[in-house]
């Protein structure tokens, strides 16, 4: 409740912070004139990134079971539902969890792992998104220090997964007994090595270079879809600039605040816009509004779908089950 508590507060700052300036008249003359068409194309591209993503998680699957795309496109659509909606980026359990549900066989812990596999795929895509980067731009100071975070947590999640790799099953209940007689300790005990499984699948990966294509892919996608954006509002600076935009909402998401990231997105993009490319507060504000709008209700409109027909399968799966019982 606390954490809750303190993300609203978060956000409730960021948006002071992005709009504390706000001039409506100003503003509605930008997003009258924006370019819808580019609006609604960096719409579709965002939408087609979630299909990208889908293929990239089934390559990774593929060790573990033969996945079909449009469950896991279903999957990864309600897990972005519930990262827009729910706290903490409680989606990512939502999508593991809906997956299971499809393939049941398959433990939720160990599909969990292989999306740990991807979050540490997208550090490394946005690793060179800063090399291309700091290569091409004059960059801000702030954005030394924000590399330095980004490859020491990489860093770590690397040597996290290898320790994972070079454990074997059931370590837990081999080197402390009260993982084999705690009721409790010995469901851990399963989860662990259900995780360990999802992790240790990468070994058995021939496809390693096309996970690295689609993770550029993906990456150049989110960039191209900011650049639509910039572009679309009328702001002044290069497609390479836009990268910097991109990285620092990037960022900035890891901060804990409201669901949505409403707020810090906002505060981000209106700051970095106004403060280092010295471009206008009604332009800034108009980008932050339309840009969020673009990675924000798409998802929460086809995850939001995707959720309620989930519910409703699983509420009649349960219904035919108790008929057929009785």
């Not at 504390?20 to 924006?34: E, I």
Request: some cysteine.
């Amino acid at each position: 409740m606390k954490k809750k508590i303190f993300g609203f507060i978060v956000s409730f700052c960021g948006l002071y912070l992005a709009f504390k300036q706000l001039n409506f008249n100003d503003l509605s003359d930008v997003l009258l004139s924006v370019n819808w068409p580019l609006i609604i194309l960096a719409t579709s591209i965002m939408v087609l990134s979630v299909l990208i993503r889908s293929i990239r998680w089934q390559i990774l699957l593929r060790p573990l079971d033969n996945f079909q795309i449009n469950n896991l496109f279903f999957s990864t659509m309600i897990g972005y539902f519930g990262n827009s909606v729910l706290p903490l980026k409680l989606g990512e359990f939502l999508r593991a969890n809906t997956l299971n549900k499809i393939y049941p066989k398959i433990p939720v812990s160990t599909i969990f792992a292989t999306i740990t596999i991807e979050k540490l795929l997208d550090l490394i895509g946005a690793f060179f998104l800063i090399i291309i980067l700091i290569s091409t731009n004059d960059v801000p100071s702030w954005f030394s220090t924000s590399f330095f975070i980004l490859v020491l947590f990489m860093f770590l999640m690397i040597l996290f997964i290898l320790f994972l790799v070079s454990l074997k099953k059931n370590f837990l209940s081999q080197n402390f007994f009260s993982f084999k007689i705690n009721p409790l300790l010995k469901k851990i005990n399963v989860i662990v090595n259900n995780f360990i499984i999802g992790i240790t699948s990468i070994k058995r990966l021939n496809q390693k270079t096309l996970i690295l294509f689609f993770t550029f892919i993906l990456w150049f996608m989110y960039w191209l879809s900011v650049w639509l954006c910039i572009f679309a509002t009328n702001i002044s600076i290069s497609f390479f600039q836009a990268g910097i935009v991109l990285f620092a909402t990037g960022m900035v998401i890891a901060i804990p605040s409201a669901p949505g990231y409403i707020g810090t997105f906002h505060a981000t993009a209106v700051l970095i816009l106004s403060d280092y490319f010295l471009i206008s507060i009604s332009k800034a504000q108009a980008f932050a509004i339309l840009n969020h709008f673009v990675g924000f209700i798409p998802m929460v409109i086809i995850g939001g779908a995707f959720f309620i027909k989930s519910s409703m399968s699983l509420s009649a799966k349960k219904k035919d089950n108790s008929t057929i019982e009785k």
